[in-house]
């Protein structure tokens, strides 16, 4: 059973940073897609960032504008979403999906993902 558990929001200020872990279990990370996803309260779920291990290609929505840096450490089948300079709007529920499989490429649309985490709060205050 493919579980991902996301670890590592929480309280920050303006300007801060964090990073978020998206632990996989129940698949080895060699082929396979990852995206990051956030909801604010009141909004639909958005695409934050995505990789793919297929080509290695990685893409960031526009509003994260060079802040956040995606990663990977298959030794730990950890994903990571690293987020500096972060700003209000920033507050959500993130989450991690994976699409597991070879070919699969990077997608900021939901549907384009099998698994799911529960989602980890961040909140950026003043």
């Known amino acids: 059973q493919v579980q991902l558990v996301e670890s590592g929001g929480g309280l920050v200020q303006i300007g801060g940073s964090l990073r978020l872990s998206c632990g996989v279990s129940g698949y080895t990370l060699e082929h396979y897609a990852i995206g990051w996803f956030r909801q604010a309260p009141g909004k639909r779920r958005e695409g934050v960032s995505c990789?793919?291990?297929?080509?290695?290609?990685?893409y960031h929505a526009d509003f994260v504008e060079g802040r956040f840096t995606i990663s990977s450490d298959n030794t730990k089948n950890t994903v990571y979403l690293q987020m500096n300079n972060l700003r209000s709007d920033d507050t959500a529920v993130y989450y991690c999906a994976l699409s597991p499989g070879p070919g699969t490429g990077c997608s900021h649309y939901s549907a384009g993902y099998d698994y799911w985490g529960q989602g980890t709060q961040v909140t950026v205050s003043s």
């Open positions: 990789f793919s291990s297929t080509d290695g290609s990685i």
